[in-house]
Each structure stands twice: as structure tokens, then as C-alpha cells.
């Protein structure tokens, strides 16, 4: 895992300094210090980086929603602990959301 999350940091610093489609695949190699095959095991394609980066901000909205709990909490108490918590994490990743949400729009099925 420490291999995928290197790759996975090289490749999200890369986006947020100089865009998804500039962005290439041997330079986040270079970044991660990691040799090209090894970055094309953990993401065979550049789009994963997003879904990836999705992934984790909706896991880590998702344990908010859950730390109490969900048994006989209102709907609208876990949905509104989980959009607190995403809305907190985006805003304190503000370059990272103005560099990775147009790509995860264009290339992935975020809205889905």
C-alpha cells in the first residue's frame, strides 16, 4: 500500500501544479520515484488517479456520518454529518478541487 499511495500523492501534486492532461504518466513516475511499470500496476490509466481521489474523500465523509452510528439517527442527520464533512474537506483542499473536479467531470462518472 505505501507504493499506491506514493504513486497516488506524485500523481494529485502533479495535477494541482500543472493539470490532469498535462499531467503525464512518466512524470509521475519520476515524482513518486517509482519506475513506470510500477506506477501503470497500481493505475493502468490516468483517470483512476480521479476515481481514486473520489474514492477517498467519500470514504472519509462516509466515517463522519457513521461515528455515532446510523441506527435511529434521522436521514437527514447522517446525510447532513456526511455533506458537513465533505464540504470541510473540499474547502480545505481547495487547489486539489479546482485542479481534479473539471477532469473527474470530463473522464469519470462523479455525478453518477
Request: aromatic share 8%; charged share 30%.
Amino acid at each position: 500500500m505505501e507504493r499506491h499511495d506514493r504513486v497516488y500523492e506524485a500523481a494529485i501534486a502533479l495535477f494541482v501544479e500543472r493539470g490532469f492532461e498535462a499531467s503525464s504518466m512518466d512524470e509521475i513516475a519520476d515524482r513518486s520515484g517509482l519506475s513506470r511499470s510500477t506506477v501503470f500496476t497500481h493505475f493502468p490509466r490516468k483517470t483512476l488517479f480521479l476515481e481514486e481521489w473520489m474514492r477517498r474523500r467519500r470514504d472519509e465523509a462516509r466515517k463522519s456520518a457513521r461515528t455515532d452510528g446510523v441506527a435511529g439517527r434521522p436521514l437527514r442527520e447522517v446525510l447532513g454529518a456526511y455533506l458537513d464533512t465533505l464540504a470541510t474537506a473540499n474547502s480545505a483542499a481547495r487547489a486539489e478541487m479546482c485542479a481534479l473536479v473539471p477532469p473527474a467531470l470530463l473522464h469519470t462518472t462523479m455525478l453518477v
